[in-house]
């Protein structure tokens, strides 16, 4: 899904509300017109009664559906987005508008919550206990890689050291975003990692070249599943 396509569903959920209210002003119209003609024209009393009996209902209805429609607008135009919402302008940006950086940044201040005396310990993002949404874990996974693609030999060697569950939480997610080939590299990449085979310069060889194409699949994941996004808010969450 791109840019545009997310543009045009989240502008068509604004639109339905419009729709909505449009309907419901209809059937006010058209209430006050039986009204008034039930009023001018209408002599039998008992049939008089009936066409006031139903205008009213028929307005009631109207109001209710035209506040249905508002509501719904109102929360649509408030719904914050995780990536999205500019706490300056207090509304979100368009999707079109965001960059890696700033999905970069965003995430980096959630993994930050998982630090312990300064250290990040990347078993943490993925513990159970922790009520991490799953849409967030790809960005995790991508955003370790591009921490290591910028710093040392020494954090690299870290990663790996991990072993094989490292491997396989990241292979899964990463697969999960379609990106196989970088999954079963690292994947690979941790699993025949040892002290006695060290891999660790032809790893970061790997991940500093593809740096660039992490960071494309980390802003198309993103976009692409934007509206996860929304009203999320993980760090409430702990």
């Known amino acids: 899904m791109n840019n545009d396509q997310n543009n045009k569903k989240m502008q068509s959920l604004e639109d339905l509300g419009y729709g909505i209210m449009r309907v419901g002003a209809v059937l006010i119209a058209v209430a006050i017109v039986l009204f008034c003609f039930a009023y001018t024209k209408i002599e039998p009393s ?8 139903f205008s009213g209902l028929l307005g009631a209805l109207g109001l209710f559906i035209m506040m ?5 607008v109102r929360a649509e135009k408030n719904k914050t987005n995780f ?20 999905i970069r940044k965003r995430i980096s201040e959630l993994m930050s919550t998982f630090k312990h005396k300064g250290q990040l310990y990347i078993g943490d993002l993925f513990d159970e206990k922790r009520p991490i ?3 967030f874990k790809p960005l995790f996974c991508y955003e370790v ?19 094989y ?6 292979s899964r997610y990463l697969s999960q975003n379609g990106d196989y080939e970088l999954a079963l590299k690292v994947r690979t990449f ?21 740096k660039q ?9 993103t976009i692409a599943n934007i509206e996860k996004f929304g009203s999320t808010n993980p760090q409430e969450k702990e």
């Open 83 to 102: 990536f999205l919402y500019d706490k300056k302008e207090k509304r979100n940006v368009d999707p079109s508008d965001l960059t890696v950086a700033e």
């Open 190 to 210: 941790i699993s025949n990692y040892s002290s006695e085979n060290n891999n660790t310069d032809d790893f970061c060889s790997y991940i500093t070249s593809q």
């Open 165 to 170: 569950e490292c491997a396989e939480v990241f």
């Open 133 to 135: 949404p799953e849409q």
């Open 68 to 72: 249905v429609g508002i509501t719904g």
């Open 145 to 163: 890689l591009c921490r290591i693609s910028e710093g040392s030999r020494e954090k690299a060697e870290t990663f790996l050291s991990f072993g």
């Open 213 to 221: 194409h992490i960071e494309e699949k980390m802003l198309n994941y």
């Open 46 to 53: 008992l049939l008089q009664s009936f066409a006031f009996i």
